[in-house]
């Protein structure tokens, strides 16, 4: 084996690690994540009765769409399965296109895999959009006495009094879970802050970037999260779940790109153990 290898080389090698599994749609089981365990079982024990809704809020970008779009799909998933009714919202204007596509996504997946059963736009969901204020809106919900009001209209231009899905929501309390996904410093600590009001606070739920783990598990530990997602090991693990759960469910996105991260990491620690060989044996040679 040759001392030095070309640098071009090594990339050929990891581009065709990372390839080849996205092309094929070839996924290998995930490793468990404890923390998205729990994520999971917050959303299968959830219970919500008419007039409640669950917040989602898509602070993402292109910059964190590989990591936090597939987290906000899995959970997305999940309530829908789950008939929960979901309100999309964004407090970073990079995040629109996400809003849109993402549960519509969702929802044509789940359409296509059980015919016969429908999920509606402003009854089983609704995109009210970037909403800016940053963290003037975030403390603006829990003192709003009509949600409705406050958001007024959805993206598409229709009052959200005049749709099922907000007929009977009016304020905080009827909130029964807040899924925030975001790779953005700070964020997380406006809605942990802000996003409740004494006596009352949503189930908290939220899907972190990797590089943002050690700042979410010390929320963790200390409750103010009920369940986290770390990047896409966190997604992986919570879409291994939502098949054994739904055995007819096709293989997701999040699943195919652990795979090829996990052999373009295996490669990497191969070429590093080869690197080494001619200096070990130097040393077994004496």
């Keep these: 084996m040759p001392a030095t290898l070309d640098r071009r080389t090594i990339y050929f090698l990891l581009l065709l690690g990372l390839c080849i599994p996205l092309w094929l749609r070839y996924s290998l089981p995930p490793a468990r994540m404890?923390?998205?365990?729990?994520?999971?079982?917050v959303i299968e024990r959830l219970e919500v009765k008419p007039g409640e809704?669950?917040?989602?809020?898509?602070?993402?970008?292109?910059?964190?769409?590989?990591?936090?779009?597939?987290?906000?799909?899995?959970?997305i998933e999940h309530l829908m399965r789950r008939r929960v009714p979901i309100a999309l919202f964004s407090i970073y204007y990079q995040a629109?296109?996400?809003?849109?596509?993402?549960?519509?996504?969702?929802?044509?997946?789940?359409?296509?895999?059980?015919?016969?059963?429908?999920?509606?736009?402003?009854?089983d969901w609704v995109n009210?959009?970037?909403?800016?204020?940053?963290?003037?809106?975030?403390?603006?919900?829990?003192?709003?006495?009509?949600?409705?009001e406050l958001f007024a209209e959805d993206v598409r231009g229709n009052r959200l009094s005049n749709l099922p899905i907000f007929k009977e929501v009016r304020t905080l309390e009827q909130i029964r879970l807040l899924a925030q996904f975001t790779g953005l410093y700070g964020v997380l600590d406006s809605y942990l802050q802000f996003f409740q009001k004494s006596g009352y606070r949503p189930v908290f739920v939220h899907?972190?970037?990797s590089i943002t783990i050690p700042e979410a598990f010390i929320y963790l530990d200390s409750g103010q999260l009920q369940g986290l997602l770390e990047g896409i090991a966190g997604a992986a693990w919570?879409?291994?779940?939502l098949k054994k759960r739904f055995p007819g469910r096709a293989t997701d996105s999040s699943l195919v790109m652990n795979t090829a991260l996990g052999i373009a990491h295996l490669i990497i620690i191969l070429l590093i153990a080869a690197g080494n060989l001619p200096a070990l044996w130097k040393v077994i040679k004496g």
């Design 238 to 241: 919570y879409s291994e779940l």
């Design 96 to 123: 629109e296109p996400f809003l849109e596509s993402i549960p519509t996504g969702v929802a044509a997946r789940l359409m296509q895999e059980k015919p016969g059963e429908i999920w509606e736009y402003g009854k």
């Design 128 to 148: 009210l959009g970037y909403r800016p204020g940053a963290d003037s809106l975030i403390q603006g919900i829990p003192k709003s006495k009509n949600l409705a």
């Design 53 to 75: 809704i669950a917040f989602v809020a898509l602070d993402l970008g292109p910059s964190t769409k590989a990591e936090n779009g597939p987290q906000a799909e899995v959970v």
């Design 34 to 41: 404890q923390s998205a365990q729990r994520l999971f079982e």
């Design 207 to 209: 899907g972190c970037t």
